[in-house]
Each structure stands twice: as C-alpha cells, then as structure tokens.
C-alpha cells in the first residue's frame, strides 16, 4: 500500500491568510521529504524539502514541519497568494541519498485561493 | 540551465501504433526516472536509470520499454498500449545521490 498520504483532497483559503498542508506516512524509515506544487499542465515543482533529522526547515513563505513521534509532515505557506492555487504533493526518498531511487507521493491535496 | 524537456506534450496513439517518448536534461545528472500520473492522481513511479543504467522498474508491463540513449537523454518506447494506460508521462532527473528531482511538464498520452 502507500507509504504516503493526506488528510484532505481540498483545501480552500482566503487570500493573505496563512495555509497548513498535512501529509502523514507509514514508513518510519524513510530519510527524506519533499513539498511539491504541481499547476494545471505542469510537472511537480519542488518546494522544500527536510531531513529525518530535522523538525523543521523554512523557505521563503513556506515552512515544513516534521513531527517523527506521529509519523506527520505539514507545509504551511505564509499570506496566501492566487498564485498559490496549485495540488501539493509530500513525497518521500527513503534512500537518504544513497544512490538513485524513486520517490513515493502522497494522495495530493488541490489548494484553492479564494479573493 | 535547470529544466528537463519532454517531447512531445501531446500524443494520441492507437493500441496497434508505436511510438516513443523523449526526455532531456543538460544539468549533468546521472539519475533520470520516469513516473506515470492518471487525472487527480499523485505521479507513480515506473523506472529509475542510474549511470545510464537501468536500476529500477517498477513492474512495469513490458508494452512500456525504456531506453537511455546518453546520460542527457531517456526515452520511453510505447507499443501495443490499453486505453488505460492514457496518462500524463513524466520524466525527471537527479544528482546520483541527491534528492531533488527535477520534473519535465510530461507528455499527455491519450490511447484509443
């Protein structure tokens, strides 16, 4: 079964207010995490992304929290913008970087900024 | 230069056809994959060439071949295709050893 999955299909958020993306996973192994933005027509687009290692990263309007204990992943993106509207996927690299290995995404959750 | 490209972005193809799928990136990576992704699906992943190398396929039926030419180049040879395997196609690259994959815009495949 999938290592990787969602919460919520939909999530839809005021302009300029803050919105929080839930990803949980079942592979306590796994190493590495990734935030990916796919726009209608386009390949997935990579965010932000954190380390086992670590319980949160940030990046420009985005941040990324892990939560090992739990077994969950949040992405949360700071005054929302239209240009947010996009499917957010976590995807998982349970390699760690050893080599070249594929990546297992989770359901997708569509973001829909609302004026 | 960070894209991957992908040729072309629109196919339609019957099931006794052949055709091909082509990927391409300048970035020096040394992994290329190629996932598949149905309508309001998350990508699922078919193939992963390692050094030009193919070291992962998923169980993917053999109707699917795919081919690395070069360490730019991945192509992806369709025959004999179902119509449930009309899918948008998507191929990324990687560093050996990195985790970031970067993505194409895919190939939407229709078969009929």
């Known amino acids: 079964g999938e290592s990787v999955g969602l919460h919520l299909p939909t999530l839809s958020v005021q302009e300029g207010d803050n919105s929080i993306i839930n990803c949980a996973y079942s592979?306590?192994?796994?190493?590495?995490f990734i935030w990916y933005k796919q726009e209608s027509g386009k390949g997935p687009q990579f965010i932000i992304d954190i380390r086992s290692n670590m319980d949160k990263r940030q990046g420009q309007r985005v941040t990324v929290l892990l939560n090992k204990t739990v077994k969950h992943l949040s992405l949360q993106i700071a005054a929302t913008q239209p240009g947010d509207s996009a499917v957010y996927f976590c995807?998982?690299?349970?390699?760690?970087?050893?080599?070249?290995?594929?990546?297992?995404f989770g359901k997708g959750t569509h973001l829909i900024i609302q004026p | 230069d960070t894209e991957v490209t992908q040729t072309p972005k629109h196919l339609v193809m019957g099931m006794t056809n052949k055709k091909s799928l082509k990927c391409e990136q300048h970035m020096g990576h040394r992994a290329m994959y190629w996932y598949k992704q149905k309508a309001k699906k998350p990508p699922e992943l078919m193939f992963v060439?390692?050094?030009?190398?193919?070291?992962i396929n998923e169980s993917v039926p053999s109707r699917f071949s795919p081919e690395c030419p070069n360490s730019s180049l991945l192509n992806l040879h369709l025959h004999a295709l179902q119509p449930e395997d009309s899918a948008l196609y998507l191929c990324a690259s990687s560093q050996i050893g990195g985790n970031e994959q970067y993505f194409g815009p895919g190939t939407r495949l229709t078969v009929t």
């Open positions: 592979n306590s192994a796994s190493d590495y």
């Open positions: 060439y390692s050094y030009e190398k193919l070291s």
């Open positions: 995807a998982e690299n349970g390699a760690g970087g050893g080599g070249a290995d594929g990546l297992t």
